[in-house]
């Protein structure tokens, strides 16, 4: 869904941004309307960058043998302080990453301040990402 123009916006927030009423991502996270369509992101965030942090193999057993699926793992941001972390699973690679970019996306946050942990300068809402994703895990 990168096409922008085809986009048939189903939420009041979409709606506000498709006529541009929001012009930028402090606008929708001041609305406090839930931030469902990643599309409302790729309009705002044009530029944004995607990278594949993990890809990992999930198998559960069911009665007729082994069930494989994909996990990935995506981190998106600008550069510019809006970061986001997606996670999700799905039978094959492909549509696990595009699924995660997705989640990754209406997961994606604004960056304020930064931490050194160790020797490495973090910036302090990606430690939290990622503390909130190790959680998960367990």
Not at 51 to 69: A, F, W, Y
């Amino acid at each position: 869904m990168d096409d922008n123009e085809d986009w048939e916006p189903k939420t009041a927030l979409g709606r506000m941004v498709k006529a541009g009423e929001i012009t930028n991502m402090k606008d929708v996270f001041n609305s406090n309307l839930p931030l469902i369509e990643s599309n409302i992101v790729d309009a705002l965030l044009p530029d944004l960058e995607e990278e594949v942090i993990n890809i990992s193999l999930v198998q559960r057993m069911h009665k007729s043998g082994r069930r494989v699926r994909f996990r990935a793992t995506v981190a998106i941001g600008n550069n510019n302080g809006y970061i986001g972390i997606g996670k999700a699973v799905a039978k094959e690679v492909g549509p696990a990453i595009r699924k995660s970019i997705r989640v990754a996306k209406l997961n994606i946050t604004e960056s304020h301040e930064d931490v050194e942990v160790g020797n490495v300068l973090v910036e302090k809402s990606i430690l939290c990402l990622l503390r909130s994703l190790v959680d998960q895990e367990v």
